[in-house]
């Protein structure tokens, strides 16, 4: 067998030849930006990184909104990448930054700029929702220099003066601020730890007891004459619509929080956002630092507090921020703390009561009433869906079917399913469809254990997709709930697990109000779908602190205060 014939010829020495295998292809090019997406303040920089792969030529051509270099209303960039603001905010304050390599001209990558207004220099009297802090609230180790600021929030009338209102923590150092500090805006996260324009000098702060229960987190400062907008001016809280939307007064007088109500502030991390009130009447305990990253840690319970449920309403810096309705820009509550996705803050006719003295109680100054332009993106409620699996699914449907025709029964009830609850993320319940025109009598909690979840709907019939406003809650409803959260909110929040306690609308039947608790969510912890006769709800978060309250994973913010080179800047939320 001519097994030779077979094998391939093999060059060697002088021997055989063969076709030198064809060059490989080289990769392409590859361009990337980091980070790819960042807010400044007029006038701030940020310096921006192009990673060029797969050439020796890593050279890049910086571009805004497609011109080289950048320039006009949208700002510059070096050939380094070293962003710099407009002096003062744009319209639009957006501006697109592009890396272009040189080594393929094709082939491109982009981040975004949002230009914050709060965060910058203002030209003439200031518009409050402003970066600002007081001077003295650094820390020195070392090498290192610690500073922290927050929100300016809102301007006060007491005695014929004029003041600042913030938070204890922000401009009163957490108790530590004595009569005559100087205040400046903006504060020292965005001068590099350095000095502002003077616009205030504290005043008075109610004090913070450290481990015990508070009233509220405010403190005030009067006021340097002429530095300041007379008319009560907040950044963004006009209802034109531009872009940004323009400074102006909040409503002058105040109203009380309701479950469901839109909020809106204006605070020099996040700037303009909206939420919904997801709980009032709630009790929580809150994390605080004493001193500017430094100090130990303390705990404040405070009580009759609302929390707003949005992951994008508030960052850690927004702390002294004004919120107010945003369909009339009534002054609602003081936002002074959060979670990863939640926002607390103390209701402002609390916050006016602990300000008086023998001048008087403070109060707003400001305007007419007037609707908030609130961004789209931010005004929803964050959500907790947890996926049921197929065994809890099976379980629920066979107690589903054993109960329909009971529940059919009722001449209201119109349909009987399987699905989740909302009050309880990650169980099930067994949902009934309720005509919203009969009324149903008393229907079951829970059947079995398993929580019900009440949809009220019209009868069924082939049409259009439809819209309908939430139920609001009865003040008579509220108040039955809130006197079962105050008898039971002791024995709640003996547990570790357990922060906050407060009144919120059911999502499982909407119009009746829940007991909601909030519970870290590192923690393992259950809850009765009903006590004293109310429905429950569970939310889990991260605690409530005043300081860092994102989670920003490998890219964290200036914590309290803000900036780092040297030093370290923090924002105070």
């Known amino acids: ?300 319970t405070f009580n009759n507090q609302i929390m707003v449920n949005s992951v994008a309403f508030s960052d850690s810096g927004d702390s002294g921020s004004l919120m107010v309705n945003s369909t009339n820009a009534a002054p609602v509550a003081l936002l002074y703390g959060g979670s990863n996705n939640t926002t607390v803050g103390n209701p402002i006719n609390d916050v006016l009561g602990a300000l008086s003295n023998a001048q008087g109680t403070p109060t707003i100054v400001g305007g007419a009433q007037h609707s908030v332009a609130c961004p789209a993106s931010n005004t929803g409620a964050s959500t907790q869906k947890v996926q049921l699996s197929q065994a809890v699914l099976a379980r629920t449907t066979a107690l589903s079917n054993r109960y329909s025709a009971i529940l059919m029964n009722n001449p209201a009830v119109l349909g009987v399913g399987v699905g989740a609850s909302d009050d309880s993320p990650g169980d099930p319940a067994i949902i009934l469809y309720v005509d919203s025109g009969k009324k149903a009598g008393p229907l079951p909690v829970t059947i079995e254990g398993v929580r019900t979840k009440i949809v009220q709907t019209t009868p069924f019939a082939a049409r259009s997709a439809q819209a309908s406003a939430p139920t609001a809650l009865s003040p008579a409803e509220v108040l039955r709930v809130a006197a079962i959260k105050q008898r039971r909110v002791p024995e709640l929040m003996k547990n570790p697990a357990v922060f906050a306690v407060g009144v919120a609308g059911s999502e499982d039947n909407p119009g009746e109000a829940a007991l909601i608790v909030y519970v870290d969510q590192s923690s393992a912890f259950t809850l009765p779908a009903v006590m004293d006769g109310a429905r429950t709800k569970i939310f889990r978060t991260t605690r409530i602190r005043t300081f860092d309250w994102k989670q920003h994973g490998n890219n964290p913010p200036p914590r309290s205060c803000s900036v780092q080179k040297a030093q370290d800047i923090l924002p105070k939320f």
């Open 1 to 300: 067998m001519a097994v030779a014939a077979f094998l391939p010829v093999l060059g060697c020495g002088g021997g055989g030849s063969s076709a030198a295998p064809p060059a490989p292809t080289p990769a392409a090019v590859t361009i990337s930006v980091k980070p790819g997406s960042a807010d400044v303040g007029p006038g701030q920089t940020q310096q921006f990184t192009a990673t060029v792969a797969n050439s020796t030529n890593t050279a890049v051509t910086w571009k805004i909104n497609g011109t080289t270099g950048g320039g006009g209303t949208a700002g510059t960039i070096s050939p380094s990448g070293l962003y710099t603001a407009p002096p003062t905010t744009p319209s639009p304050n957006t501006a697109t930054i592009t890396a272009v390599a040189k080594a393929d001209t094709s082939k491109k990558a982009t981040a975004g700029i949002l230009i914050v207004p709060n965060r910058g220099q203002q030209v003439g009297p200031l518009a409050l929702g402003a970066s600002g802090g007081n001077q003295q609230d650094f820390h020195i180790s070392g090498n290192t220099e610690t500073c922290c600021s927050g929100t300016l929030g809102a301007l006060l009338s007491r005695g014929g003066n004029l003041y600042v209102l913030s938070n204890n923590h922000v401009i009163g150092r957490e108790n530590q601020a004595k009569s005559g500090e100087q205040i400046d805006s903006p504060g020292m996260v965005d001068t590099n730890c350095g000095s502002g324009t003077p616009v205030a000098l504290f005043s008075q702060a109610v004090p913070l007891p450290p481990n015990g229960t508070g009233t509220v987190d405010a403190a005030i400062a009067q006021i340097v004459p002429g530095t300041v907008d007379a008319s009560g001016s907040i950044l963004e809280l006009d209802g034109a619509g531009g872009s940004p939307p323009g400074a102006a007064p909040p409503a002058s007088t105040p109203q009380s929080p309701a479950v469901g109500m839109t909020l809106a502030k204006s605070g020099r991390t996040t700037g303009l956002t909206c939420g919904p009130i997801q709980s009032i009447n709630t009790t929580v305990s809150v994390d605080y630092q004493q001193g500017c990253g430094s100090g130990t840690s303390f705990k404040v």
